[in-house]
């Protein structure tokens, strides 16, 4: 359980350190003077490799409770990345920061991607905050103890033309750490572009 825990862990800071990059990347892209063209092309380095894509147009909504939350790629930072572990494991996953920086999700599972296909949730985390002090609402994918179901995504369609990847999923998250804390099903759909 534990080496499972570090993994998921260890793929969500990945999947959260190419939101942050992704999110200077579209900040930057809007001040080009100088310093700005050198930050952005070494960024922009990351989502030249196979797999990683940045969308340039298209939305990701996440439902939770009774509202519902919009990443819109017009102005938020939303990436398809693909990541390899150094025990050559394969992940795949939407990660997304919106303008403001004040609300961040990711969401990874397990394998390679293609359209099509549904696979089980590895690793999520959503992210609300009122101010730079503390989190409004941060919540993480539920470690409840013999829970069989994390999850799923399934994409509809992955890489196709000006498509990037389109689908919806679903996950378990909490609010904290512990073991029996309650968890909440978020769901969410995702349809982003290339061009």
């Not at 999110?23 to 797999?51: E, L, Y």
């Not at 399934?154 to 033309?161: A, H, L, R």
């Amino acid at each position: 359980m534990r080496t499972r825990r570090f993994t998921n862990l260890l793929i969500f800071f990945a999947i959260s350190l190419l939101a942050v990059i992704t999110s200077c990347q579209k900040d930057a892209a809007v001040d080009t003077t100088g310093a700005s063209k050198t930050n952005i092309a070494a960024d922009s380095s990351i989502f030249s490799s196979p797999g990683n894509f940045l969308a340039v147009s298209g939305t990701l909504t996440i439902k939770y409770a009774d509202s519902v939350y919009t990443f819109d790629a017009a102005n938020d930072s939303i990436a398809f990345i693909n990541v390899s572990t150094n025990n050559n494991n394969r992940y795949f996953g939407i990660t997304a920061i919106n303008k403001q920086h004040n609300m961040s999700f990711g969401i990874s599972s397990p394998g390679f991607v293609y359209s099509n296909i549904k696979r089980g949730i590895a690793g999520s985390q959503f992210l609300l905050s009122g101010d730079d002090k503390k989190p409004v609402l941060q919540m993480s994918l539920s470690q409840y103890p013999g829970q069989n179901d994390f999850g799923n995504i399934n994409i509809v369609q992955y890489n196709q033309g000006k498509e990037l990847a389109k689908g919806t999923f679903y996950t378990f998250l909490a609010k904290d750490d512990n073991a029996n804390s309650p968890y909440y099903r978020v769901e969410g759909t995702f349809d982003l572009q290339l061009k």
